[in-house]
Structures are given as structure tokens and as C-alpha cells.
């Protein structure tokens, strides 16, 4: 059973379109968030929704939205693509983000971004 | 500022020997640290955290970590390293409490365990 899935785990596509990144935990954690790591394995966070209210949302274009249906599932929607946001995107998610801050995040595999 | 400072890119060790992966910190609030492990074209996992208390803490795989909290170092150790180890680490720290509330990542070091 996977904890934290992501689709897809590949994504090539055109600069100028729209994609879509879906995450889901069944680990019943009320906190996900989206990390960005770039060809120099640098890890940044983008967003975290907590029980689906926005909590963390860094200084990322606009074009990114994160989205948080249920507790259980964060999708990050890409408009108009472009060659910088080639990159591993990867989801995670943890338990009482507010009341136990020392909780570990769990990861999911990720989903390596290439825009041509 | 809340940060986190790993100055290897790079460490090598030969298998069986003691490894020592270096993390400082600097936060304005109470530290909760992390380490993790990243495979090849893998998520991150979990290794250990330090949140109070004793200072060396231990984690999966034989892996343990010392706090400092006067040096502000968080170092991940082995006593015997295998090939398997090989791989990305990556020192974490939540400022919790701090002027930032979120879980900030150093730049991580490459381990290559030599057989």
C-alpha cells in the first residue's frame, strides 16, 4: 500500500500548455504540501493546505494552484508552462502540522517535470 | 533568518568505516531537526528527528544523529557504512515558534560509500 501516491510520474510537454499533478495519502494526515526540486536537488517548499485551508504559500508565479478537494488529496495545477518549471515535484504530507510541528513529512515518489 | 547549512556536496568513506554527514542551523524560535535519505530518482524517507531531550538520537538503518545546541550542529553518523548507504542526505529544520513555521531544507550531501 502506498502512503503518498503521486500521478503521473513523468510528465513531457510543450512550453505554453496546462498541466496537472495529482497527490493522494492514505496515511489519514490533515496537512500536504508541495516541494520543488530543481536539477541541483535543491528542495523548496510551494504550498501546504492543512484539513484544505492554505497555510504555507511561498513566492511562486501564479500560473501554479494548488488545489485541495479533501483532506486526503492536493492536486497542483500548471498554466502556461515554461522551460524553468522543468523540475521534480513532490508531495507530502504529515499529521498536526499546528500542534505537533516536530511530526515528519511523508514523501511520494514524484513527478519529474520536463518542459520542452 | 531560519536556515540550514550542509557545506559537503559530497562525502566518501570506505565501506565499514564511520561516516559523519555535517548539518548546522540557525533559527530564532525552539529547532526541531530532521534528517532525511534520497535514493536514486526516489521520494524522500524519514531517517530521524531530534525534538528534546537527549541529545544523540537514533533513527533507521543503524543511523544516529548528535544535537549541539551550542555549536548549532545536528551531524548524522554511522559507525559502519555500507554500500547500500550511498545516496542523498538532506538536513531539515523546523523554526517552530520562529519568525518562519515551516520545515526548511539544506542543500543536501551526496554520500558514496566505496566498497
Not at chain 1, 20 to 49: A, R, V
Not at chain 2, 40 to 57: A, E, S
Amino acid at each position: 500500500d502506498t502512503a503518498v501516491s503521486q500521478t503521473p510520474k513523468y510528465l513531457v510537454t510543450q512550453m505554453g500548455n496546462d498541466k496537472s499533478i495529482k497527490c493522494e495519502q492514505n496515511l489519514g494526515h490533515d496537512t500536504m504540501y508541495w516541494y520543488k526540486q530543481d536539477s541541483k536537488k535543491f528542495l523548496k517548499i510551494m504550498f501546504s493546505y492543512n484539513n484544505k485551508e492554505l497555510i504555507i504559500n511561498e513566492t511562486v508565479p501564479n500560473r501554479f494552484s494548488p488545489k485541495s478537494p479533501d483532506k486526503a488529496h492536493l492536486n497542483l495545477h500548471i498554466n502556461s508552462l515554461e522551460l524553468g518549471d522543468s523540475a521534480v515535484y513532490f508531495c507530502a504530507s504529515s499529521q498536526d502540522w499546528g500542534r505537533r510541528p516536530y511530526n515528519e513529512q511523508f514523501f511520494g515518489p514524484g513527478t519529474r517535470l520536463t518542459v520542452l | 533568518a531560519q536556515s540550514v547549512a550542509q557545506p559537503e556536496d559530497q562525502v566518501n568513506v570506505a565501506e565499514g568505516n564511520p561516516l559523519t554527514v555535517k548539518c548546522t542551523y540557525s533559527v530564532s524560535g525552539n529547532p526541531y531537526l530532521f534528517w532525511y535519505v534520497q535514493y536514486p530518482n526516489r521520494g524522500l524517507q524519514f531517517l530521524l528527528k531530534y525534538i528534546t531531550g537527549d541529545n544523540l538520537v537514533k533513527g533507521s538503518y543503524g543511523f544516529e544523529a548528535e544535537f549541539n545546541k551550542s555549536q548549532t550542529s545536528f551531524h548524522l553518523k554511522k559507525p559502519s557504512a555500507l554500500v547500500s548507504d550511498s545516496a542523498l542526505y538532506f538536513c531539515a529544520v523546523r523554526d517552530y515558534g520562529g519568525a518562519t513555521n515551516k520545515l526548511i531544507f539544506g542543500t543536501g550531501t551526496l554520500l558514496a560509500v566505496q566498497p
